[in-house]
């Protein structure tokens, strides 16, 4: 999966999904190894669910009736599911970079004319997994080494030349109207 491909997928969804919240709608966030919970809902009663991975939803990862519950074998060991149909909490396990990607709680339903009605139900993530840059061997900040004031100094100093450079512009702006008024007299 390349960089650039999650890079639009991610930058469409901040645009135009719902942003990350807590209950796990809209991106989130992962680091490998962790676990993600999507939570399927839909308004009304639902005979069946998918969940789909993919930008157009080519690939099966779970399905369930009030019969039975099938797993995509690449997620056999690591997917757990909760709940019963229309409401149900899916947990991935062990994340890893391939699990990557947008994934769709699809209701399907049939209707008085027993024709198959195929609908989205809230719940619908982009799963974003990044690797742990944090190691053992990356030096961690640490306050007892004295860095901290000078971090503050140096960003209060850039703070009060930036002030000063604006006071200085907004003043010599004010002085060259002031300039061009007095000739148009």
Known sequence: MSAVWLQLITLLCLSFGTPSRADG?????????EQVTIQCRSASNQDMLYLKKGLNEEEDIYFTDSNKS???QKFTDRLQ???KLPTVDILIKN?????????WCMYKSTDQK???????GSGSVLLVVTENRLSPTVPQCDQSQGDLPLILASVVICAGVLIVILV??????????KRNKARRR
């Open 25 to 33: 709608h809209g991106v989130v966030r992962r680091n490998v190894g």
């Open 70 to 72: 099938t797993i995509n």
């Open 81 to 83: 599911f909760h709940g």
């Open 95 to 103: 994340l890893t970079l391939n699990d990557t990607g947008p994934y």
């Open 114 to 120: 027993y024709e198959l009605k195929t609908t989205r």
């Open 168 to 177: 200085a512009s907004l003043i010599c702006i004010i002085i060259k109207n």
